[in-house]
């Protein structure tokens, strides 16, 4: 996953996501928080630049304290295939596997993508 910080590349980014709405809404405001200055030490990550398959949002790895902590660990994802999600949860370094997270997506089929990868981990899912 690539970690884009270029104002350029965040600005494209927002304005392909509102062409998407309302799907796009969980990661857009963030995109666009992360655009304008940053205050809360998100990062926005896609598989590839730029045509992305999916587009993540989440606070800076160093600033998650507490692995146990479900709101700290929250996710965004808006994803264009579920193939994309699928590889996303099953193995990047970008959704860690030790730590206990909330993912928030408004697209038909995540909770089903989630709970697929889960059972074959041997995970529960809540």
């Not at 104002?7 to 304008?36: D, F, H, I, N, Y």
């Amino acid at each position: 996953m690539l970690i884009l910080k270029c104002p350029a590349q965040l600005q494209l980014l927002e304005e392909t996501l509102r062409k998407s709405l309302p799907t796009t809404l969980p990661v857009l405001g963030t995109v666009m928080t992360v655009a304008r200055g940053n205050p809360a030490s998100h990062e926005v990550l896609v598989d590839s630049w730029p045509y992305f398959g999916i587009v993540l949002t989440r606070l800076r790895p160093e600033d998650h304290r507490d692995p146990r902590d479900y709101y700290t660990n929250q996710l965004s994802v808006f994803y264009r295939d579920k193939g994309a999600l699928q590889a996303l949860l099953e193995g990047t370094e970008a959704v860690t596997q030790g730590r206990a997270f909330q993912i928030l997506g408004m697209q038909d089929g995540l909770d089903e993508a989630v709970q697929e990868v889960a059972s074959a981990r041997g995970l529960k899912v809540e």
